[in-house]
Protein backbone atom coordinates (compact mmCIF):
# COMPACT_ATOMS: atom_id res chain seq x y z
CA UNK A 1 0.00 0.00 0.00
CA UNK A 2 3.27 2.38 1.09
CA UNK A 3 4.48 1.72 -2.70
CA UNK A 4 1.46 2.70 -4.08
CA UNK A 5 0.59 6.07 -2.29
CA UNK A 6 4.68 6.50 -3.67
CA UNK A 7 3.82 6.01 -6.85
CA UNK A 8 0.93 8.52 -6.49
CA UNK A 9 3.21 11.08 -5.43
CA UNK A 10 5.17 10.35 -8.19
CA UNK A 11 2.68 10.62 -10.73
CA UNK A 12 1.41 13.93 -9.21
CA UNK A 13 5.76 15.62 -9.40
CA UNK A 14 5.92 14.31 -12.91
CA UNK A 15 3.92 16.80 -14.52
CA UNK A 16 5.60 19.90 -12.36
CA UNK A 17 9.31 18.38 -13.58
CA UNK A 18 8.43 18.59 -17.07
CA UNK A 19 7.20 22.03 -16.34
CA UNK A 20 10.10 22.82 -15.23
CA UNK A 21 11.99 20.95 -17.60
CA UNK A 22 10.44 23.32 -20.44
CA UNK A 23 10.42 26.60 -18.28
CA UNK A 24 14.13 26.63 -18.40
CA UNK A 25 14.30 26.01 -21.93
CA UNK A 26 11.98 28.58 -22.94
CA UNK A 27 14.24 30.63 -20.88
CA UNK A 28 17.51 29.77 -22.55
CA UNK A 29 16.01 30.33 -25.35
CA UNK A 30 15.42 33.93 -24.67
CA UNK A 31 18.79 34.23 -22.94
CA UNK A 32 20.30 38.06 -23.46
CA UNK A 33 23.81 37.76 -25.60
CA UNK A 34 26.54 40.41 -25.29
CA UNK A 35 25.92 43.24 -27.12
CA UNK A 36 29.07 42.57 -29.34
CA UNK A 37 27.58 39.49 -30.61
CA UNK A 38 24.48 41.64 -32.26
CA UNK A 39 27.33 44.07 -33.29
CA UNK A 40 29.12 41.92 -35.08
CA UNK A 41 25.77 39.64 -36.56
CA UNK A 42 25.27 43.65 -37.36
CA UNK A 43 28.09 43.98 -39.44
CA UNK A 44 27.93 40.51 -41.51
CA UNK A 45 24.32 41.52 -42.51
CA UNK A 46 25.09 44.44 -43.63
CA UNK A 47 27.62 43.32 -45.78
CA UNK A 48 25.45 40.58 -47.31
CA UNK A 49 23.20 43.60 -47.86
CA UNK A 50 20.73 42.01 -45.28
CA UNK A 51 19.92 45.43 -43.63
CA UNK A 52 16.60 44.31 -42.66
CA UNK A 53 18.07 41.79 -40.57
CA UNK A 54 21.22 44.56 -39.64
CA UNK A 55 18.60 46.70 -38.63
CA UNK A 56 17.26 44.55 -35.75
CA UNK A 57 20.38 43.77 -34.46
CA UNK A 58 21.43 47.34 -34.34
CA UNK A 59 17.47 48.34 -32.82
CA UNK A 60 18.07 45.21 -29.92
CA UNK A 61 21.59 46.57 -28.81
CA UNK A 62 20.00 50.14 -28.74
CA UNK A 63 16.84 48.72 -26.95
CA UNK A 64 18.61 46.21 -24.33
CA UNK A 65 21.97 47.85 -23.74
CA UNK A 66 21.32 51.44 -24.02
CA UNK A 67 24.27 52.76 -21.80
CA UNK A 68 26.64 50.02 -23.61
CA UNK A 69 29.88 50.22 -25.11
CA UNK A 70 28.37 49.66 -29.09
CA UNK A 71 25.21 51.66 -28.22
CA UNK A 72 26.39 54.95 -29.54
CA UNK A 73 27.59 53.27 -32.41
CA UNK A 74 24.65 51.45 -33.01
CA UNK A 75 22.55 54.41 -33.35
CA UNK A 76 24.88 55.93 -35.91
CA UNK A 77 24.98 52.79 -37.54
CA UNK A 78 20.93 52.75 -37.95
CA UNK A 79 20.74 55.96 -40.00
CA UNK A 80 23.14 54.07 -42.79
CA UNK A 81 21.23 51.05 -42.27
CA UNK A 82 17.31 52.46 -42.68
CA UNK A 83 18.88 54.69 -45.45
CA UNK A 84 20.05 51.25 -47.66
CA UNK A 85 17.07 49.65 -47.18
CA UNK A 86 14.95 52.34 -48.94
CA UNK A 87 13.55 53.84 -45.96
CA UNK A 88 14.75 57.67 -46.23
CA UNK A 89 11.92 58.60 -43.52
CA UNK A 90 13.59 56.34 -40.61
CA UNK A 91 17.18 57.41 -41.64
CA UNK A 92 16.27 60.76 -41.15
CA UNK A 93 14.24 60.26 -37.55
CA UNK A 94 17.25 58.23 -36.74
CA UNK A 95 19.44 61.33 -37.73
CA UNK A 96 17.98 63.51 -35.82
CA UNK A 97 17.66 61.29 -32.96
CA UNK A 98 21.33 60.77 -32.98
CA UNK A 99 22.09 64.66 -33.16
CA UNK A 100 19.41 65.51 -30.34
CA UNK A 101 21.28 62.70 -27.79
CA UNK A 102 24.73 62.94 -28.76
CA UNK A 103 25.65 66.95 -30.07
CA UNK A 104 29.57 66.31 -29.76
CA UNK A 105 29.93 62.77 -30.42
CA UNK A 106 32.91 62.32 -33.06
CA UNK A 107 30.67 60.98 -35.83
CA UNK A 108 28.16 63.98 -35.39
CA UNK A 109 29.30 65.22 -38.95
CA UNK A 110 28.19 61.91 -40.49
CA UNK A 111 24.80 62.28 -38.64
CA UNK A 112 24.19 65.70 -39.89
CA UNK A 113 25.60 64.89 -43.81
CA UNK A 114 23.31 61.46 -43.36
CA UNK A 115 20.11 63.79 -42.29
CA UNK A 116 20.63 65.91 -45.45
CA UNK A 117 21.21 63.16 -47.76
CA UNK A 118 18.11 61.26 -46.64
CA UNK A 119 15.57 64.43 -46.87
CA UNK A 120 15.54 63.72 -50.60
CA UNK A 121 16.36 59.91 -51.91
CA UNK A 122 13.37 59.55 -54.40
CA UNK A 123 15.44 59.49 -57.84
CA UNK A 124 17.37 56.61 -56.16
CA UNK A 125 14.56 54.23 -57.05
CA UNK A 126 15.32 52.16 -59.80
CA UNK A 127 11.82 52.74 -62.10
CA UNK A 128 13.26 56.67 -61.75
CA UNK A 129 16.58 56.17 -62.54
CA UNK A 130 16.23 53.83 -65.36
CA UNK A 131 13.48 55.79 -67.27
CA UNK A 132 14.42 59.06 -66.64
CA UNK A 133 12.06 60.64 -65.30
CA UNK A 134 12.22 64.54 -65.01
CA UNK A 135 12.08 64.97 -61.45
CA UNK A 136 12.05 68.99 -62.07
CA UNK A 137 8.35 68.27 -62.61
CA UNK A 138 7.31 66.49 -58.99
CA UNK A 139 7.08 67.95 -56.01
CA UNK A 140 10.31 68.65 -54.77
CA UNK A 141 9.70 70.31 -51.27
CA UNK A 142 12.21 67.25 -49.98
CA UNK A 143 14.87 68.25 -52.22
CA UNK A 144 14.48 72.00 -51.30
CA UNK A 145 14.68 70.69 -47.56
CA UNK A 146 17.86 68.11 -48.50
CA UNK A 147 19.28 71.42 -50.06
CA UNK A 148 19.04 73.69 -46.48
CA UNK A 149 20.10 70.61 -44.47
CA UNK A 150 23.24 69.77 -46.57
CA UNK A 151 24.26 73.66 -46.72
CA UNK A 152 24.13 73.74 -43.00
CA UNK A 153 26.15 70.22 -42.73
CA UNK A 154 28.75 72.34 -44.71
CA UNK A 155 28.66 74.82 -43.01
CA UNK A 156 29.31 73.27 -39.55
CA UNK A 157 31.35 70.93 -41.10
CA UNK A 158 33.48 72.35 -44.13
CA UNK A 159 36.93 69.67 -43.33
CA UNK A 160 34.84 66.83 -43.11
CA UNK A 161 35.28 63.70 -45.14
CA UNK A 162 31.80 63.73 -46.25
CA UNK A 163 32.08 67.62 -47.63
CA UNK A 164 32.94 66.03 -51.32
CA UNK A 165 29.97 64.26 -51.35
CA UNK A 166 27.78 67.04 -49.64
CA UNK A 167 29.01 68.92 -52.33
CA UNK A 168 28.09 67.12 -55.55
CA UNK A 169 24.53 66.36 -53.92
CA UNK A 170 24.17 70.06 -53.40
CA UNK A 171 24.89 70.65 -57.30
CA UNK A 172 22.80 68.23 -58.19
CA UNK A 173 19.66 69.87 -55.89
CA UNK A 174 20.39 73.29 -57.19
CA UNK A 175 19.83 72.31 -60.48
CA UNK A 176 16.83 70.12 -59.58
CA UNK A 177 15.08 73.29 -57.82
CA UNK A 178 16.26 75.61 -60.52
CA UNK A 179 14.81 73.31 -63.47
CA UNK A 180 11.18 73.12 -61.09
CA UNK A 181 11.15 77.12 -61.17
CA UNK A 182 11.68 77.37 -64.92
CA UNK A 183 9.14 74.26 -65.59
CA UNK A 184 6.62 76.83 -63.83
CA UNK A 185 7.72 79.49 -65.99
CA UNK A 186 7.36 76.96 -69.48
CA UNK A 187 3.94 76.92 -67.90
CA UNK A 188 3.32 80.53 -67.80
CA UNK A 189 4.30 81.23 -71.25
CA UNK A 190 2.10 79.01 -72.70
CA UNK A 191 -0.71 80.99 -71.10
CA UNK A 192 0.95 84.00 -72.13
CA UNK A 193 1.38 85.21 -68.37
CA UNK A 194 4.51 86.39 -69.34
CA UNK A 195 4.96 88.57 -66.11
CA UNK A 196 4.63 85.60 -64.31
CA UNK A 197 7.20 83.90 -66.26
CA UNK A 198 9.45 86.86 -65.89
CA UNK A 199 9.09 86.45 -62.37
CA UNK A 200 10.09 82.94 -62.01
CA UNK A 201 12.91 83.14 -64.37
CA UNK A 202 14.47 86.16 -62.25
CA UNK A 203 13.85 84.30 -59.55
CA UNK A 204 16.51 81.51 -60.78
CA UNK A 205 18.79 84.13 -61.96
CA UNK A 206 19.09 85.84 -58.28
CA UNK A 207 18.42 83.40 -56.09
CA UNK A 208 20.20 80.11 -57.38
CA UNK A 209 23.09 81.66 -58.65
CA UNK A 210 26.05 79.33 -60.72
CA UNK A 211 22.77 77.04 -61.65
CA UNK A 212 22.84 74.75 -64.75
CA UNK A 213 19.75 76.71 -65.46
CA UNK A 214 20.82 79.99 -66.08
CA UNK A 215 21.07 80.13 -70.24
CA UNK A 216 17.36 79.03 -70.09
CA UNK A 217 16.26 81.45 -67.49
CA UNK A 218 17.67 84.03 -69.88
CA UNK A 219 16.13 82.75 -72.85
CA UNK A 220 12.46 82.64 -71.30
CA UNK A 221 13.71 86.19 -70.39
CA UNK A 222 13.72 87.12 -74.37
CA UNK A 223 10.57 85.39 -75.02
CA UNK A 224 8.81 87.29 -72.20
CA UNK A 225 10.16 90.55 -73.30
CA UNK A 226 10.00 89.86 -76.88
CA UNK A 227 5.72 89.29 -76.36
CA UNK A 228 5.63 92.32 -74.31
CA UNK A 229 7.56 94.16 -76.39
CA UNK A 230 10.32 95.57 -73.84
CA UNK A 231 12.58 96.09 -76.64
CA UNK A 232 15.53 97.16 -74.31
CA UNK A 233 15.04 94.67 -72.02
CA UNK A 234 15.41 91.97 -74.49
CA UNK A 235 18.60 93.97 -76.29
CA UNK A 236 20.14 93.70 -73.17
CA UNK A 237 19.69 90.09 -72.33
CA UNK A 238 20.43 89.19 -75.57
CA UNK A 239 24.39 90.84 -75.11
CA UNK A 240 24.58 88.98 -71.38
CA UNK A 241 23.77 85.50 -73.66
CA UNK A 242 26.41 86.44 -76.25
CA UNK A 243 29.15 87.62 -73.45
CA UNK A 244 28.75 84.50 -71.35
CA UNK A 245 27.83 82.08 -73.29
CA UNK A 246 29.89 81.49 -76.05
CA UNK A 247 31.34 78.23 -75.49
CA UNK A 248 28.14 76.74 -73.84
CA UNK A 249 28.55 73.05 -72.92
CA UNK A 250 25.39 71.20 -72.65
CA UNK A 251 24.84 70.65 -68.70
CA UNK A 252 25.54 67.07 -67.09
CA UNK A 253 23.13 65.43 -64.91
CA UNK A 254 24.38 63.58 -61.67
CA UNK A 255 26.35 59.91 -62.67
CA UNK A 256 26.19 57.39 -60.66
CA UNK A 257 29.37 57.89 -58.60
CA UNK A 258 26.89 59.51 -56.10
CA UNK A 259 25.51 56.36 -55.52
CA UNK A 260 27.55 54.15 -56.05
CA UNK A 261 30.17 56.24 -53.58
CA UNK A 262 27.24 56.29 -50.65
CA UNK A 263 27.03 52.71 -50.25
CA UNK A 264 30.70 52.74 -49.07
CA UNK A 265 29.99 55.61 -47.16
CA UNK A 266 29.55 54.27 -43.67
CA UNK A 267 30.30 56.23 -39.80
CA UNK A 268 33.86 54.75 -38.43
Given at each position: ???????????????????????????????????????????????????????????????????????????????????????????????????????????????????????????????????????????????????SELAEFLTRF?????????????????????????????????????VASIRRANYV????????????????????????????????????????????????????????????????
Open positions: MKEYKNIFKLSLLMPLAVISIIGCQSEGEVIERPEKIYYDQAQRRMLTGNYIGAIEALETIESRYPFGKYAEQAQVELIYAHLMNSEPEAAHSSAEKFIRLHPRHPNIDYAYFMKGISSYTRDKNFLVRITGTDLSNRDISGAKESFPESQYSPYAKQRSIYLRNMIARNELAAADYYITRKAYLENIPGSSENLRALKILLVSYEALGYSELYEDTKKVIAINYKDLEEPQEESSWFWNSLQNIKPE
